[in-house]
């Protein structure tokens, strides 16, 4: 009986860690609406669903198109900066992560042409590598959908990046085990 019972629960344990979770992400960014919707299902059941408001609490000051691309610059430069500090983790993540769909569709425009040009060049490299470095580090198992639309008459800059992509869930403990011990650990006990 005791065997038996055993026996049970260490197959149940054992297609759970062999079980995929898939996560169905979508990021919305242009001046109105900036969400990220986030949903997690286990064999097709959904266990999570949420959609998250990314825009900043206070949207009624007015800035300019330039302060907007500026402070994307910036942004993206942290956020390079901090994929180059945790490159091992970023690659241990990535490794194991298999992508079913991936799109990713911009409209931008300066409303000058020749600006809107250079931008639009600036925006397709970024998504390029960004999607090099996807395909390079985790298995692409559809084409991805990349768009750039130039508007040249217009002031305007929409985004979106819809992604589904899964992972076991016993890889993803092993991916969880490998940060938690490769972040550093806190100097001082917190009593």
């Known amino acids: 009986m005791v065997i038996g019972l055993f026996i049970v629960v260490a197959i149940s344990g054992i297609l759970l860690l062999l ?25 097709r059941i959904r266990l999570l669903e949420r959609s998250i408001d990314l825009s900043e609490a206070d949207t009624d000051q007015e ?25 091992e983790v970023a690659t241990l993540v990535l490794e194991r992560l298999r992508f079913h769909s991936l799109s990713w569709h911009t409209e931008v425009g300066t409303g000058k042409a020749h600006t809107t040009g250079m931008v639009t060049g600036g925006i397709w490299s970024v998504q390029g590598t960004v999607i090099g470095l996807l395909s390079a580090k985790s298995h692409l198992d559809c084409k991805p959908s990349i768009e750039v639309t130039p508007f040249f008459n217009q002031k305007r800059i929409d985004s979106k990046f ?30």
């Not at 079980?19 to 997690?40: D, E, F, G, H, M």
């Open 63 to 87: 800035q300019s198109f330039q302060e907007v691309l500026s402070l994307l610059h910036k942004s993206s430069r942290n956020f390079i900066q901090k994929i180059r500090n945790f490159y």
């Open 19 to 43: 079980s995929r979770i898939k996560v169905v992400c979508s990021v919305t960014l242009n001046p109105n609406l900036q969400t990220l919707y986030l949903a997690v299902y286990v064999y």
């Open 162 to 191: 819809d992604c589904m992509f899964s992972i076991r869930i016993g890889q993803a403990i092993y991916a969880l085990l490998k940060i938690i011990r490769k972040l550093p650990a806190k100097r001082e006990a917190v009593i």
